[in-house]
């Protein structure tokens, strides 16, 4: 049966030393870390107790054959919004804290904008010599290299594993139509210069296969990495890797918004009866990506074929069906699912009518129609060095140099919200219990991870708080406790811990 | 495609009544126009922002693999 779709926003970010030879990324990334913590946060570290990226939810342990998600040893801190903020193999990943709807985790994913653009600042101060750390929130280095920007959905455990990648594998084949970012040219190996001059995801070129556990090679469109943080008797967190980082908002929104209510239907059997499987969905996802007429066929398992586009009509009908008959409280109640349905459906119709008509919302189109513009003006053809530097310095999260934030894309929070959630955390899931004993015990809080709090009252051993379920230590939940305790260690001995 | 046809017909959005196509004609045309001078305001200027060497810059930008 589905349950509320807690879920959050991963953003590893590009990183460069622009006038630093030779600058090695795991330590540029470490040092915009520590440059943030040290000027602008209190330090507190991540516990990896429960860390398991090796469980897949196929139902096997491949413990050992990976390399651990992280380096112990790197910089890894917990913001008071609740949110991770540390350094995962050669980049800096911001990870928003647990959001109780898709619009909130858009909301924290634009505040880590904000933080990261705050570590530059303070990284500068820092750095001599007038060197510089700039990150990108894109997703390749346009050389074949790839990083990712991962989202994660609270699932029904009793939901079998394989129904859901099969179900979902035709809905993230075809999203990218409206929450691609955009690129120019291709990555794929051996594909000739002029047969995909801009492509509409920045991801599609890296992927291999249909499900798996990896996520750095051979990645797969439905990843089994089986590590909920969360009582795994109740809960499934589906880790999905094939999403492009977004600027826009809307974008991400809807990104996020569709995806939180396909995955309920598929909790509820609302699709099991429903014919959308495609053939061969990892060409597809590259055809998809590729063609800009929206109108290349995908061969259907059951016969004939389907455009991306009309695909993505057959789930909205069925999402708006499911609306009608069960409500969206899933996705935060129907002013949420209402305003998601919308931008799905008048998302798709411009897309079928005029795709430039959205370049004030989606990714791919703001980036294309600026490529386009400039290509224009200056007579340049497609191999112009300039059109990939556009395409890279879209993604620049400084304001100064950000191609982005001139274009104008209309935006669903402002800087004044999207500021103060860099500090606060939401108040609908445990990232606010997190959050807020970071901000009022600091000293006294030793570690914290998605599912735990370690306190450390100087005496005693450390003291362990769990927080199994990402729908409790909420602000109805916790505020008259941590109101009343001036101390951790009064808040201790009124949990009872 | 016919059958989507069909749907789409049978499930009409609120947005598409009569009283209101011929505003949101118009108000698309405004925007459609507001757009194209956002854009040529920012093609004004961004030879002013785009890094100096776009050649070096992109042939500098360099990742390790992630995720």
């Known amino acids: ?70 380096e112990t040893h790197l910089v890894n801190t917990v913001l008071t919004n609740g949110a991770r903020f540390y350094v995962d193999h050669a980049h800096p990943e911001y990870s928003s804290p647990e959001c109780l709807n898709p619009k909130e985790a858009v909301l924290y994913d634009k505040a880590g904008e904000l933080v990261l653009r705050k570590a530059m600042s303070a990284a500068k ?44 594998t035709p809905f993230f084949v075809t999203r990218q139509i409206f929450c691609g970012s955009g690129k120019v040219g291709s990555e794929f190996p051996n594909i000739p210069k002029w047969e995909v001059p801009f492509q509409i995801s920045q991801r599609a070129d890296f992927f291999e296969e249909v499900v798996g556990l990896e996520t750095t090679l051979k990645r797969p469109i439905v990843n089994t990495r089986d590590e909920p943080h969360a009582d795994a008797t109740r809960y499934r967190r589906l880790h999905v890797i094939l999403g492009d980082a977004n600027m826009s908002q809307f974008s991400s929104y809807l990104k996020l918004g569709t995806t939180a209510l396909v995955l309920s239907m598929i909790e509820d059997s609302f699709l099991d009866d429903s ?24 061969r259907r ?33 129907d002013d949420f699912g209402d305003e998601i349905l919308q931008g799905w459906e008048e ?88 959050g807020k004993c970071l901000e009022k015990y600091p000293r006294n ?45 009064e808040l201790l001995d009124a949990l009872g811990t | 495609m016919a059958e989507r046809e069909m749907k789409k017909r049978s499930a009409p959005s609120a947005r598409e009544s009569e009283e209101t196509q011929p505003q949101d004609a118009s108000s698309k045309n405004k925007e459609g126009e507001e757009l194209k001078a956002k854009l040529d305001a920012v093609l004004d200027e961004i030879d002013e922002v785009l890094e100096d060497n776009a050649e070096e810059f992109v042939r500098n930008y360099v990742q390790k693999g992630g995720e």
């Open chain 1, 347 to 434: 998302t798709l119709q411009a897309l079928e009518a005029d795709p430039m008509s959205l370049a004030d919302r989606l990714d791919w189109v703001a980036k294309y129609q600026l490529v386009l513009g400039y290509m224009d003006r200056h007579g340049l053809e497609w191999d112009d060095p300039k059109l990939a530097a556009i395409d890279l310095q879209y993604h620049d999260i400084r304001p100064e140099k950000s191609l982005f934030y001139r274009l104008g894309v209309r935006s669903l929070w402002s800087d004044l919200e999207a500021e103060e959630a860099t500090h606060s955390p939401p108040r609908g899931t445990r990232a606010y219990f997190r």
């Open chain 1, 445 to 489: 809080v030793a570690a914290a991870n998605w599912d735990s709090i370690i306190f450390d009252l100087g005496r005693d051993p450390l003291r362990r708080v769990p927080m199994m379920d990402p729908l409790r230590g909420t602000a109805k939940h916790v505020d008259a406790l941590l109101e009343r305790c001036n101390t951790a260690q």
């Open chain 1, 1 to 70: 049966m589905s349950i509320p779709k807690v879920c959050g926003i991963e953003t590893e970010y590009g990183i460069t030393m622009p006038k630093t030879a030779d600058a090695n990324p795991i330590t540029a990334s470490s040092m915009l870390i520590n440059a943030f913590v040290n000027e602008i946060s209190g330090k507190v570290g991540w516990d990896f107790v429960d860390e398991a990226p090796g469980h897949d939810a196929r139902g096997f342990n491949l413990e050992g054959s990976l390399p651990p998600e992280v």
């Open chain 1, 301 to 333: 398992v059951s016969g004939g074929s389907i455009s991306a586009l009309d695909l993505q009509w057959e789930f909205l009908r069925l999402a708006q069906k499911y609306a009608n008959q069960r409500g969206t409280e899933v996705v935060g109640g």
């Open chain 1, 125 to 168: 101060r820092a750095l001599p010599n007038e060197q510089e750390i700039v990150v990108y929130k894109n997703n390749s280095d346009r050389k074949g290299n790839s990083y990712g920007c991962h989202e994660n959905y609270i699932m029904d455990r009793q939901v079998p594993f394989n129904k859901i990648a099969r179900q979902i």
């Open chain 1, 275 to 298: 014919d959308l499987a495609i053939e061969d969905p990892v060409e597809s996802l590259r055809k998809v990506s590729w063609d800009l007429s929206l109108s290349v066929p995908l």
